[in-house]
């Protein structure tokens, strides 16, 4: 099956960053598009960054021009690098992936999931 594992979240004062990182399976980084989510307390989730097997990438506005997403072929991972953060980017954030979609930030096109991993930024 489908297995992420995600890895770098915190706590951060705002400003700081964080790279998130989300380890898969060889099978499953070079055939699925792969996504970044976030939920915040009484929050809907969210789409935060994707990034296509082409390396394509599309960012949430709130995001954008702060966050990076990348893909590392050699050890089968997806990145978000996150920078200059702020309090309103506290949330879990969760790796996604599926193959059969678009490939869009929509939540319905992934049904691969990680646990997730906790990115808190305070002021």
Same mark, same amino acid.
């Not at 705002?14 to 060889?26: D, F």
């Not at 082409?54 to 920078?83: E, P």
């Given at each position: 099956?489908?297995? &992420?594992?995600?890895?770098?979240?915190?706590?951060?004062?705002?400003?700081?960053?964080?790279? &998130?990182?989300?380890? =898969?399976?060889?099978?499953?980084?070079?055939?699925?598009?792969? +996504? #970044?989510?976030?939920?915040?307390? +009484? *929050?809907?989730?969210?789409?935060?960054?994707? @990034?296509?097997?082409?390396?394509? $990438?599309?960012?949430? %506005?709130?995001? *954008? +021009?702060?966050? $990076? @997403?990348?893909? !590392?072929?050699? *050890?089968? =991972?997806?990145?978000?690098?996150?920078?200059?953060? *702020?309090?309103? !980017? $506290?949330? @879990?954030?969760?790796?996604?992936? %599926?193959?059969?979609? /678009?490939? $869009? &930030? !929509? /939540? &319905?096109?992934?049904?691969? #999931?990680?646990?997730? =991993?906790?990115?808190?930024?305070?002021?």
């Amino acid at each position: 099956q489908v297995q &992420l594992v995600e890895s770098g979240g915190g706590s951060v004062q705002a400003g700081g960053s964080l790279r &998130l990182s989300c380890a =898969t399976s060889e099978y499953t980084y070079s055939n699925f598009y792969m +996504g #970044w989510f976030r939920q915040a307390p +009484g *929050k809907e989730r969210e789409g935060v960054a994707n @990034i296509l097997t082409d390396g394509s $990438t599309r960012y949430a %506005d709130s995001v *954008k +021009g702060r966050f $990076t @997403i990348s893909r !590392d072929n050699a *050890k089968n =991972t997806v990145y978000l690098q996150m920078n200059s953060l *702020k309090p309103e !980017d $506290t949330g @879990i954030y969760y790796c996604a992936a %599926d193959r059969y979609g /678009l490939g $869009t &930030l !929509d /939540l &319905l096109e992934y049904n691969y #999931w990680g646990q997730g =991993t906790q990115v808190t930024v305070s002021s």
